[in-house]
């Protein structure tokens, strides 16, 4: 297994631009997940696929945020309007579907919004 | 919703020492729970997971964590720790049905004085 890879690693954008982050799950693996960790705080979970569809949002995922992953491999997760307060460690994390599912994290895509 | 609680912001142990980390979860149904490690510029990894039978498991590197159905808890252990294991330390729960997202501690980070 290669694991989670994330694109960028990092990224700095100005307030208002719209950004994009990539993410490649480990192969096979058909949960694909994108949490967002703040200094000092845990990873806080924002949505999940299975497969190609979007089965859970958490109320953090605002309008401003959409996530897809149209062929049940690679992810996107883009943010509209950037705000200061979305930097962030964006975290992708995937699994296989099984009885003692464990979800494999990404490095992360760190944001800074200035 | 499901909540965890880690009650040691920052931990610091001199080589050789044993290790206890608490964690506390607030949810009222089955449960699976995880500790993640995170070492300094790595991505979260997998320390260990409990999903059911034996309450005390044993993850890698030597640590281990015992859920205690009646106090909401799994504390992780580890009878004596190393430089190497100075990291930052995340508990982390799952409902054992019905959703996929992870909760997660605001974790503790683990200095190790050689």
């Known amino acids: 297994d290669t694991g989670v890879s994330q694109n960028p690693r990092h990224k700095i954008t100005k307030r208002g631009q719209n950004v994009t982050f990539r993410c490649d799950p480990i192969?096979?693996?058909?949960?694909l997940y994108w949490y967002r960790q703040t200094l000092g705080q845990g990873p806080e979970f924002l949505t999940y696929?299975?497969?190609?569809?979007?089965?859970?949002k958490s109320r953090l995922l605002s309008d401003r945020f959409s996530a897809e992953r149209p062929k049940g491999s690679f992810s996107t997760l883009e943010i509209q309007r950037t705000e200061q307060g979305d930097s962030a460690m964006y975290l992708c994390?995937?699994?296989?579907?099984?009885?003692?599912?464990?979800?494999?994290f990404g490095p992360g895509t760190r944001l800074l919004v200035l | 919703a499901q909540s965890v609680s880690q009650h040691n912001h920052h931990v610091i142990l001199s080589e050789a020492a044993s290790l206890e980390l608490g964690c506390n979860y607030s949810?009222?149904?089955?449960?699976?729970l995880f500790w993640y490690v995170q070492y300094p510029g790595q991505h979260l990894q997998l320390l260990l997971k409990y999903f059911s039978g034996d309450p005390l498991v044993k993850g890698i590197k030597g640590f281990e964590a015992e859920f205690i159905k009646s106090k909401f808890s799994f504390n992780l252990r580890k009878p004596s720790v190393q430089w190497s294991d100075t990291a930052e330390y995340f508990c982390?729960?799952?409902?054992?049905?019905?959703?996929?997202?992870?909760?997660f501690g605001k974790g503790t980070k683990l200095s190790v004085i050689p």
């Open positions: 982390a729960v799952k409902p054992g049905a019905g959703s996929y997202q992870l909760t």
């Open positions: 696929f299975q497969n190609e569809a979007q089965l859970e």
């Open positions: 949810y009222g149904g089955t449960v699976n």
């Open positions: 192969s096979e693996h058909n949960r």
């Open positions: 994390a995937s699994s296989l579907v099984l009885a003692s599912e464990t979800q494999y």
